[in-house]
């Protein structure tokens, strides 16, 4: 569920997110209504994960989460379901979000340095985050937080801090996200790739040390706390995602929706729904997916799934063709820890078109 609102922009932001919040109810609006087409469309179905971020969700009157959850259950099955919300480090928001259902937070910290936070505009400071950690750590137990590695006036020391606050707090999941290499973002802040893979590197060796599982390759937590919400993308399971710019998996549909506000809410309005792209996956399609976001976790994906979907796959010869990046382990694929660290540019090799054509007897 994407709600792109935030109260003012980070400097780093490659997001949709708007800033003018007189259009909240026409989005809400619409937004219930799009829930409520999906369920039209394929009946009440059973949902055990909801994830509402942004945007900056906190930001909101409560009453939009409210609405979020009424329509949610009224067209959807929920049963025991995991539900997210993203929350800034100065809201105070947590005994309400309780009282919807709502079980697990991700609070976006992205630095333990107010030096790094002021100078990407965001509107916290670190005291705002211990203050709110402290606070909600008395509702809710499963607590993600957030980190970005390669934000300017980062230093050695920054990174420390990072750690000593996970020290301090102990969240039960941290997600660690490099500053995209070749983003409009990194071009902008004008980062230096080197020592943020540097940076990086420290940072996930010492989490490590402190217990925390790295289970893909942006996010680590203690046994039992995986996302439920994030292993469907990285499962390529069924999702639906709704609101401007979200995308969803159902069957073998792909969909990203409008980016465009007024046009998401026009079509909501003349009950189309809002898709920028609607594409009916071919079986290679599906595969290159499921590669892409399978390996992604340290255990990687079963040969059994990738067998089911291309018959014909010579899952060992594709390891071949990788030897210091893909490792073949009873019966699963997964990736080397050299493999994640270079995640981008292995995956982008590994479902290239010429790749998957020599193993699946195409060639
Ligand atoms: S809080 Fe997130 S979505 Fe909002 S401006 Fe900052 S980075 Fe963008």
Redesign the pocket.
């Known amino acids: 569920m994407h709600v792109p609102f ?1 109260k003012s ?2 400097s ?2 490659d ?1 949709v ?1 708007y800033t003018d919040f007189s259009y909240l109810e026409a989005y809400f609006n619409s937004l219930y209504k799009e829930i409520e087409m999906w369920s039209e469309t394929l009946g009440r179905q059973k949902v055990d994960s909801v994830y509402i971020g ?3 969700p906190s930001d909101l009157p409560l009453e939009y989460i409210r609405g979020v959850m009424c329509a949610l259950h009224r067209d959807f099955d929920l049963k025991d379901p995991e539900i997210t919300v993203e929350i800034n480090p100065n809201s105070s928001c947590a005994e309400d979000l309780k009282k919807l259902g709502v079980n697990r937070l991700s609070i ?1 910290l992205q630095a333990a340095d107010d030096v790094v936070l002021k100078a990407v505009r965001r509107r916290h400071t670190v005291a705002d985050f211990e203050r709110t950690y402290e606070t909600v750590s008395a509702y809710f137990d499963n607590i993600n937080v957030d980190f970005i590695v390669g934000l300017p006036q980062e230093t050695d020391l920054t990174i420390e801090r990072d750690l000593e606050i996970i020290e301090d707090y102990k969240p039960k999941h941290v997600s660690v996200y490099i500053l995209e290499t070749h983003s409009e973002s990194m071009n902008r802040l004008h980062v230096d790739t080197d020592i943020t893979a540097i940076h990086h590197e420290i940072f996930i060796k010492e989490l490590e040390r402190r217990g925390y599982d790295r289970y893909e390759i942006s996010n680590f937590c203690v046994p039992g706390y995986r996302c439920r919400h994030n292993l469907k993308y990285w499962h390529n399971d069924n999702y639906i995602g709704v609101g401007v710019s979200a995308g969803g998996h159902i069957g073998s549909r792909r969909y990203v929706n409008v980016s465009d506000l007024h046009r998401y809410v026009e079509k909501i309005k003349n009950n189309h729904f809002p898709f920028e792209y609607s594409h009916e996956n071919e079986p290679l399609d599906e595969l290159r997916e499921t590669l892409f976001m399978s390996l992604r976790l340290s255990e990687g994906v079963e040969i059994e799934k990738l067998k089911e979907l291309a018959p014909t796959i010579d899952v060992q010869r594709l390891a071949g063709m990788f030897p210091a990046h893909l490792i073949l382990d009873r019966g699963r694929l997964r990736m080397s820890k050299l493999g994640m660290d270079f995640s981008c540019a292995v995956l982008s090799e590994v479902i290239d078109i010429n790749t998957l054509s020599r193993v699946t007897g195409g060639e």
């Open positions: 935030c922009r980070c780093y932001c997001f997110s942004g945007g900056t976006g």
